[in-house]
């Protein structure tokens, strides 16, 4: 189930941003802070950590309205388990 999460934001992300994708380019230790870049989609790397229907929805929101190159999203009760590493 936490894989069908992964795969559910993967799409919307994808969805939203035709030539951009974000990457979590860090995220610090209680993985509550969440920092995004936009990167050229030939990159196809692409790092999720899946959170409740909510705060992803929160989280996809604020990706795509980011307009700066490095935009940092807050995520609130994140535990350590959660952490996916996504790429493809």
């Given at each position: 189930m936490?894989?069908?999460?992964v795969k559910?934001?993967?799409q919307v992300l994808m969805e939203r941003w035709e030539r951009?994708?974000?990457r979590v380019t860090r995220v610090n230790k209680d993985f509550?802070?969440?920092?995004?870049?936009?990167?050229?989609?030939e990159n196809k790397e692409l790092k999720v950590i899946p959170v409740?229907?909510?705060t992803r929805a929160r989280l996809v929101t604020k990706?795509?309205?980011?307009?700066?190159?490095?935009?940092v999203i807050r995520v609130i009760q994140?535990?350590?388990e959660t952490q996916v590493m996504w790429e493809n």
């Open positions: 936490l894989e069908q999460r559910r934001v993967t951009q994708v974000p509550r802070e969440i920092r995004v870049t936009r990167v050229l989609q409740s229907r909510v990706v795509q309205q980011a307009q700066q190159e490095l935009v994140v535990p350590q």
